[in-house]
């Protein structure tokens, strides 16, 4: 989200567990939790996918691949990332379902 521009038009592999925010029909957003330095300061980092003609209920873990294209959004009122989806499967949640900024 910082650097949009940087990853526009790359192709990515990212797992997450969906999240379906209303007002974003033909759209889900896939997360993951965050953490800094401890689960107090945790968040969730995402990104919001389209192209899947699948549309997953919340909490289920998927891993998706696409390219990064950059869009304003009209509910959010910023531009934000991206995934076009090309390729798209369920999967289990993984042993550590967090990421870290260091690990």
Excluded: M
Aim: contains cysteine.
């Amino acid at each position: 989200y910082l650097f949009p521009d940087e990853f526009a038009g790359r192709n990515i592999t990212y797992t997450g567990f969906v999240y379906n925010e209303p007002g974003h029909e033909g759209y889900q957003f896939l997360f993951r939790f965050g953490i800094i330095h401890c689960i107090a300061d945790s968040g969730v980092y995402g990104l919001l996918t389209t192209g899947n003609t699948s549309n997953y209920p919340n909490n289920t873990w998927i891993t998706a691949t696409g390219t990064i294209s950059l869009e304003y959004d009209k509910t959010l009122e910023q531009t934000l990332p991206v995934l076009y989806i090309s390729k798209l499967k369920e999967t289990d949640a993984p042993d550590n379902p967090y990421v870290y900024r260091v690990f």
